[in-house]
């Protein structure tokens, strides 16, 4: 996971094709990285509504704890297919971040898939 668009593409390959996912609906997932950083798994955290997800840190971590994760991807997708982020995709990356210290499961990235484009986090220089 050392590009966004390697998790893109999981995404679309693994997450948008399960039986849980919703692409009319926000829909949050974590990918579960390894100490080389490779994908060890993914979890469905949450599907939401036309313009909100919830997810709390816990549920994010849930997995990650359980699969004795060294790192993570979060990633959600935005159904109106602008990928920039609101004011609460900033707080929840901020919070999960601040969890993943205190677990020390590092956030590698926060991911916003819209039609066509994505949002990193990491490559806008904001984790």
């Known amino acids: 996971m050392d590009r ?33 950083l490779r994908i060890k798994g993914h979890y469905l955290v949450s599907v939401g509504s036309l313009n909100e997800a919830m997810a709390h840190p816990r549920e994010v971590f849930r997995v990650a704890i359980m699969a004795a994760a060294y790192a993570i991807v979060l990633m959600h997708n935005h159904p109106s297919g602008d990928s920039n982020p609101s004011d609460a995709d900033r707080a929840l990356t901020k919070r999960v971040r601040e969890a993943g210290q205190l677990l020390r499961i590092e956030l590698c990235d926060h991911i916003i898939v819209g039609h066509q484009r994505r949002f990193s986090f990491k490559e806008n220089g904001m984790i």
Do not use: M, S
């Open 4 to 36: 966004p668009a390697k998790a893109v593409e999981y995404w679309h390959q693994h997450i948008a094709t399960t039986a849980g996912f919703n692409a009319d609906v926000e829909c949050v997932a974590v990918l579960v990285l390894n100490t080389r």
